[in-house]
């Protein structure tokens, strides 16, 4: 009975443990649920020179447990990828009114913006980026009071 009762735990625990890397599959099952935020819309009417008004789709990342979302402004669009640029960041509870628009305020009249927004997950954890983008898909820059600079 006791040799029964090793081969039944070492079987048991030999079917919890389908991957080699038991860590790593418990991260990707946490993130699977991480969802962006959707299209990132440049809001022209609600915009001035000074002023920068966007949203977003928050539809999937709210379904998903979304407690914030992250916004980056900056004027370069290498300052993404850590060669410069002025950042402005914000934070916006999922509890706000609405909770998937922002209007940046006390901006340079002329100057040009990227945008960025991701979902925050309790833990926290943190979604892909979802950006600001032209036709292509690709990133774009926004001049506030004017349009897209594509």
């Given at each position: 009975?006791?040799?029964?009762?090793?081969?039944?735990?070492?079987?048991?625990l030999?079917?919890?443990?389908?991957?080699?890397?038991?860590?790593?599959?418990?991260?990707?099952?946490?993130?699977?649920?991480?969802?962006?935020?959707?299209?990132?819309?440049?809001?022209?009417?609600?915009?001035?020179?000074t002023v920068l008004?966007?949203?977003?789709?928050?539809?999937?990342?709210?379904?998903?447990?979304?407690?914030?979302f992250?916004?980056?402004?900056?004027?370069?669009?290498?300052?993404?990828?850590?060669?410069?640029?002025?950042l402005?960041t914000r934070?916006?509870p999922?509890?706000?009114?609405?909770?998937?628009?922002?209007?940046?305020?006390g901006?340079?009249?002329?100057?040009?913006?990227?945008?960025?927004?991701?979902?925050?997950?309790?833990?926290?954890?943190r979604?892909?980026?979802?950006?600001?983008?032209?036709?292509?898909?690709?990133?774009?820059?926004?001049?506030?009071?004017?349009?897209?600079?594509e």
């Amino acid at each position: 009975m006791k040799h029964f009762t090793y081969m039944l735990a070492a079987l048991l625990l030999a079917a919890s443990c389908s991957s080699a890397d038991p860590v790593r599959d418990l991260l990707l099952a946490r993130t699977a649920n991480l969802s962006a935020p959707g299209e990132v819309t440049y809001d022209a009417p609600n915009s001035s020179a000074t002023v920068l008004a966007v949203y977003w789709d928050a539809t999937a990342a709210l379904e998903n447990g979304a407690v914030e979302f992250h916004i980056d402004v900056a004027t370069d669009e290498f300052f993404f990828s850590g060669d410069g640029g002025t950042l402005i960041t914000r934070e916006l509870p999922v509890s706000s009114s609405p909770n998937d628009a922002i209007m940046i305020t006390g901006l340079t009249s002329g100057q040009s913006y990227f945008i960025r927004v991701a979902a925050v997950y309790p833990g926290p954890s943190r979604s892909e980026w979802a950006y600001l983008s032209g036709a292509d898909g690709k990133p774009v820059a926004v001049i506030p009071g004017k349009g897209l600079v594509e």
